[in-house]
């Protein structure tokens, strides 16, 4: 593969992890906001949690739109429409006169979400060579993690600068007395970002191929491959979209069942891990050990470092030792760290740095496990007759699940109290491991077409 050819394919891949960005921003700069909106609003545990779940509930809306809107108008323009999502989220969340106007543009934003998270590991999945394919779709992963770390420190640098004196009204009301508006604010501007670099990347050929635009899909396979590749590779997928069409290939296959099986439980038992609870909730657990709210955020910082470097492991060995491998290794200091995390509580013995070693434990472990692993499978393991459908209704799962943790997280935080609440993360890391050893199924190294002799009976 030539230097032209390879440098086209990352850009490709990149401008789609792009939306991860994205994706992570909107996830995590709730955490900085929530405690800031709840004080002007006097919310309780059930509208905090609605704050928080409105996005989500958004999210879920957005994948179910993508299951038909990305087979019907294609992977580049969906993203667009994504993209476009979240500038609109970000302008409406700042400039929200009410709750109910922030809660729509909450909505809006997870709708983004929602959409970006289906079609754009799966676009960088369809546009990956298979040697590569682990590691490419990790840059998506990596993309988040790099939006959560934008997120925590544009909300810390935002608190940070509502403590200086303003001279204006116009800045006082916006900077320092509703200091969550210009967090919600920040988003908006890698939306533009993500829209400029949308333009100048190519349709997937394989849903070009599914839609009878076959020479145009040669053109682009032959932009980003080598002439003998190029042509078997659309030849491949030429084969592969016959065959879905002669036997009719639906999720109602049996042959599905299973990928779809892992695809689901490895979504839901993703978020079950508790990460996303860790992620909004961050500074309210950090208040609880007894640690300031400035010094918090600053934790939340270092935690999304620590996620964001930790995700280079993923990258880096994704292709090389498997996907079972890191999967495994991950769910094995997951568990350790969660219990060890539910210990200290339990004990009262939060006043000091192993709390914050052990969450840092936590996170790296999912960095370079859980959190891209999840996202590789479940973008890879289904026929481009399904795909589509197949990754929405896994990614439906997992916003299920996230959804689930985010609303009734502040109530079993109340409620159980942080150790049981660790306690309950770490059973559910248990049965993820024992699903991953024993039924999860290793992909590295397969095309897209070659993964049928991986999970699919012949008719």
Not at 135 to 160: D, K
Not at 189 to 198: C, D, G, H, K
Not at 439 to 445: A, D, H, S
């Amino acid at each position: 593969m030539n230097i032209s050819t390879s440098f086209r394919i990352n850009y490709i891949c990149l401008t789609a992890a792009v939306g991860g960005i994205l994706f992570g921003f909107d996830t995590a700069v709730i955490s900085g906001a929530i405690n800031l909106v709840k004080a002007q609003y006097l919310l309780g545990s059930i509208l905090e949690g609605w704050l928080v779940s409105s996005g989500l509930a958004g999210c879920i809306f957005g994948v179910i739109l993508t299951g038909f809107l990305s087979d019907k108008i294609g992977r580049k323009k969906t993203m667009i429409l994504a993209g476009s999502m979240f500038f609109l989220s970000g302008m409406a969340c700042a400039f929200a006169g009410s709750m109910p106007l922030l809660i729509a543009g909450r909505i809006i934003g997870g709708a983004g979400v929602g959409m970006a998270s289906v079609v754009s590991p799966m676009y960088i999945a369809e546009f990956a060579p298979a040697e590569k394919r682990g590691r490419m779709i990790a840059l998506y992963q990596l993309a988040i993690t790099i939006g959560i770390l934008l997120a925590y420190f544009s909300n810390a640098l935002f608190i940070s600068f509502s403590k200086n004196d303003f001279n204006e009204a116009g800045f006082t009301w916006f900077f320092k007395d509703e200091t969550w508006r210009p967090m919600f604010l920040a988003m908006s501007f890698p939306s533009l970002i993500f829209l400029f670099m949308m333009i100048k990347i190519p349709e997937s050929p394989r849903w070009l191929v599914s839609v009878n635009r076959t020479k145009k899909a040669a053109e682009i396979l032959a932009l980003i491959r080598p002439p003998a590749q190029a042509a078997k590779e659309l030849e491949d997928i030429e084969n592969a979209s016959r065959k879905s069409f002669i036997n009719k290939t639906s999720l109602l296959d049996k042959s599905v069942r299973l990928p779809l099986i892992i695809g689901i439980v490895l979504a839901v038992l993703q978020q079950f891990s508790g990460i996303n609870a860790i992620i909004y909730y961050g500074p309210s657990i950090f208040k609880s050990a007894g640690i300031a709210d400035d010094n918090a955020l600053v934790f939340q910082v270092i935690l999304g470092a620590v996620n964001l470097l930790f995700t280079f492991v993923a990258i880096r060995f994704a292709d090389k030792y498997g996907r079972k491998s890191l999967l495994v290794a991950g769910l094995t200091g997951i568990i350790f760290s969660l219990i060890a995390s539910g210990y200290l509580f339990y004990t009262g013995n939060t006043h000091n740095l192993w709390l914050l070693v052990f969450i840092i434990s936590f996170i790296a472990c999912f960095a370079f496990s859980l959190g891209p692993i999840t996202w590789i499978l479940i973008n890879e393991i289904f026929p481009t007759a399904v795909r589509v459908k197949a990754v929405a209704i896994c990614t439906l799962s997992l916003w299920v699940a996230v959804w689930i943790v985010g609303q009734f997280f502040p109530w079993i935080l109340e409620k159980a109290g942080p150790a049981t609440t660790f306690w309950i993360f770490a059973l559910f890391s248990v049965i993820n491991l024992f699903f991953s050893l024993r039924v999860v199924k290793e992909t590295k190294g397969k095309s897209l077409e070659e993964m049928e002799a991986v999970f699919f009976a012949p008719h």
